[in-house]
Structures are given as C-alpha cells and as structure tokens.
C-alpha cells in the first residue's frame, strides 16, 4: 500500500526536503527505498521481522531501540542491514 499513498501524496512529496516517517524500522527502509528525498525514523521499534513461509520469518531489525538510520542513509550499523 506505500506505493498507492506515496502516488496520491505526490505532488506534496515532491515538494520536501525530507520525510520524517512514524513508523516501524522496516516502513522507514520501505520508504527509504521509494522516496529519492532522506527518510528520517521518528520513532523506535520493538520486534520487527519478515515474513518468509508460514511461521518463518527473517530478521530485519535487531530492535536495538537507538534507531540512527535517518543519520547512515538507511544502512544498520548495528546488523549490516539496510
């Protein structure tokens, strides 16, 4: 559904510097990599994980709870993910 909500807020997108983004780490990185302007987190997650297979799910984010990837362009340097 990003795509949908950035194509209906386009023109105001298109107008910002920056976007400051309320959501878990990976709506930040799913973000980040649709926006060609920098994605700034506001806020820190707990558990976030996707999901591969029923019940199997890959770690996307530690959840170390000091968020910087509005400061390293989108990339952890916690766990060397993006």
């Known amino acids: 559904m990003s795509h949908e ?3 209906e807020h386009e023109r105001e997108i298109g107008q910002a510097q920056a976007a400051l983004i309320m959501t ?7 973000l980040g990599r649709q ?9 820190d997650t707990l558990f976030i994980g996707k999901e591969r297979g029923v ?3 890959d770690e996307i984010c530690t959840q170390c709870g000091d968020c910087i990837l509005g400061e390293t362009g989108g990339l952890c340097p916690v766990n060397q993910l993006p």
Request: proline residues 9%.
């Open 5 to 7: 909500a950035l194509a």
């Open 55 to 57: 019940g199997l799910f």
């Open 35 to 43: 926006l060609q302007i920098p994605v700034i987190p506001a806020l």
């Open 24 to 30: 878990c780490a990976f709506g930040v990185q799913t």
